[in-house]
């Protein structure tokens, strides 16, 4: 694969069109789809590393096998060097894999998480707390007619999507018994970290200031060391402080791999489609044809002149 990357890639990156990659974004598929026959993927086949481009039209700008941290910085040294300098914002999932690659290999670009695996983790630790204490209360797995079984689709919502009835049942399930107060806790904490989130400019219309930012995940670490008898709420809040800088550049930054997460499922549904890949080289070339399709579509279109709904000419006189 390292012999030729511009074949296997398709057009590099050049020092003629540097813009185009202003705010890249990394993220990972496997080889094959293990739920496909008849070519079985084992899970010990090595990843490959997608790198796409959020700010400009290319789509899928470089694929390489591997998930190390040296995996990814070898793709990104062989851009040229214009092409680094004009990238301003990266962002990434929480993976310190792809966060060393990039200090290393693009140390003047912006470092980014992607907002939606922040909601995610948090939506997750909700979860982790309400089956634990729901184990803890009745000695086994929740199960429909339990309280707080009934309640869960409610603890995944957004506090603002919640109809004021929808907001009393909760409380009211919850805050009966103490494990359901530990759900509550959690539930709060969740929605302290969307406090957070929701200053970003897409939400408020306005560019969020550094110091409110700040001021809103200080009011969540403060909820969490009050509740630090929770172990899940208290994970969180370690992983959000290890991320705190990439968050908040997110929130004033407003870049998110939304665009490369959906060029990845284009990935995994080309995959999926050839029933699995036994040769790697034939996956980069028919993932890179699928992932730049529109772009080349926009290429290739040419504007339409405009008529008369008569069909005649115009008189030039």
Known sequence: MRGNLQALFGKRPTEKDPAKGTSPAVDFTRQGDRGKRPVATPASRPRAYLTFDLS????????????????????????????????????????????????????????????????????????????????????????????????????????????????????????????????????????????????????????????????????????????????????LARTISRWENELVGAVLTGVTNARSESLNRIAKLEARMAYSFRNPANQRRRVRTACTRSARRSQTLTPRRSRLATGRQPDPG
């Open 56 to 235: 400009g039209d290319q789509g899928l700008l470089g694929q390489v096998e591997g998930r190390t941290a040296d995996d990814a910085a070898y793709w990104l040294a062989q851009a040229a060097p214009a092409w680094r300098d004009a990238i301003q914002v990266v962002a990434v999932d929480m993976c310190t894999i792809y966060a060393s690659a990039v200090r290393r290999m693009l140390p003047a670009a912006a470092l980014v998480v992607d907002l939606f695996h922040v909601v995610q983790l948090a939506v997750k630790m909700t979860g982790d707390v309400r089956r634990r204490a729901v184990r803890e209360k009745y000695g086994r797995r929740g199960r429909s007619g339990d309280a707080e079984y009934g309640v869960k689709g409610l603890l995944a919502r957004n506090l603002e999507h919640l109809r004021p009835a929808q907001f009393a049942r909760v409380m009211d399930t919850l805050g009966g018994d103490w494990h359901g107060q530990e759900i509550l806790a959690a539930w709060i904490g969740k929605e302290k970290l969307r406090d957070v989130l929701n200053l970003r400019a897409r939400v408020t219309g306005s560019v969020p200031c550094e110091r409110n930012v700040r001021d809103r995940l200080f009011r969540f670490y403060d909820w969490c060391a009050q509740h630090d008898d929770i172990p899940e709420l208290v994970t």
